[in-house]
C-alpha cells in the first residue's frame, strides 16, 4: 500500500525508538553500523552524528545510498515490529547543521560535550517498510517517494 507521507503507525514507531542499524557497502563488501538518530518528521530524514574515520561515513560518502533498519526485540510473535528502510545520506552544512544538531540535542542532551566538532548528517528517506504484528500478522506497512 502506497501512501503520500509515512503513515501515522511508521512515524510513531520511529519516533518512540533511538538506535539504527545503518547498512553501507564499498567494493561490493558490506557494513553495518549502530547509531543514535533522531527523526525530522517534517522532512522525512533520520538526523546522527558519526566521525569521518568511520567505516560506515567512508562508505557513505563514496556511496551516498544507504539502508537502515530499527527494530523492536521480542519473542512474542504477535508483538513483532520493525523498520527497514532506504535513503541518501548527506552530511549537514550551514543552516541544516544548525537545525540538526538543535533537534539532536534536544532529543540527547547529555552528548552535548562530546559534539563539538563532530559532524552531522542526514538520510532523506526514499522508502520505509514497518512490519507490526499487532496489525494482523506479517502486515506490512509500505511508504516510498517514488510509486511502487
Not at 508483538?79 to 527497514?84: A, E, L, P, V
Not at 547543521?97 to 538543535?102: E, P, R, S, V
Request: charged share 25%.
Amino acid at each position: 500500500m502506497r501512501m503520500e507521507a509515512p503513515d501515522k503507525h511508521i512515524v510513531r514507531f520511529i519516533k518512540k525508538h533511538h538506535i539504527f542499524t545503518l547498512a553501507t557497502a564499498e567494493n561490493n563488501l558490506p557494513y553495518c553500523a549502530t547509531c543514535f538518530y533522531v527523526y525530522a518528521e517534517q522532512n522525512n530524514t533520520f538526523i546522527f552524528t558519526s566521525e569521518y574515520d568511520t567505516t560506515h561515513i567512508r562508505h557513505a560518502v563514496q556511496h551516498p545510498s544507504v539502508a537502515g533498519t530499527i527494530a523492536l526485540e521480542t519473542k512474542i510473535i504477535g508483538k513483532i515490529r520493525g523498520i527497514q528502510f532506504t535513503g541518501t545520506i548527506k552530511e549537514l552544512r550551514e543552516e541544516e547543521l544548525i537545525a540538526g544538531n538543535k533537534l539532536y540535542l534536544k532529543k540527547f542532551p547529555y552528548a552535548k560535550p562530546f559534539l563539538k566538532n563532530t559532524p552531522f548528517w542526514s538520510i532523506d528517506v526514499n522508502f520505509i517498510k514497518l512490519t507490526d504484528n499487532r496489525l494482523g500478522f506479517a502486515n506490512k506497512l509500505i511508504w516510498s517517494k517514488k510509486k511502487l
